[in-house]
């Protein structure tokens, strides 16, 4: 067996994050009328470019998927998607009165605040503000990883 090279990376970025659903459509939906994702066919495409040398283009899709899209693997998929945020308390009270499930508290860090809302599917969703001059993308403006 060849030896590995410690320095290779293995994972370079998010390729996508899928949602299976019994009702994707209702699931992007949600998503498009609540966090205001710009969902087309219940997909969604963040285009981005690379800050590192050589500002490598791509792209992380977003998609609600019926469950018997591809195998999802053995039991219940278990995994929780933080999406960042520009003004958590203003979001929470909005999702709050357009009926979403909320959870009751938020979380202040050294990283940022933080809430939490359920979807249509039971899914935990996590909803990020990162702190002020931390997490900046080049590009957009908005705070990044």
Known sequence: MAEKDPSARRVIGIGGIFLRSKEPKRLARWYREHLGMEVESQVVTYEWL????????????????????RDWGRGRPTAMVNYRVENLEELLAQLRAEG???????????????????DPDGNRVELWEPPPNRYRSSDHHVPME
């Open 50 to 69: 690379s800050p590192n040398p050589g500002h490598r283009r791509g792209a992380t899709l977003w998609a609600a998927l019926p469950t018997d899209d």
């Open 100 to 118: 979403v499930e909320v959870e009751g508290k938020t979380e202040d860090s050294e990283h940022g605040r933080f809430g939490w809302v359920t």
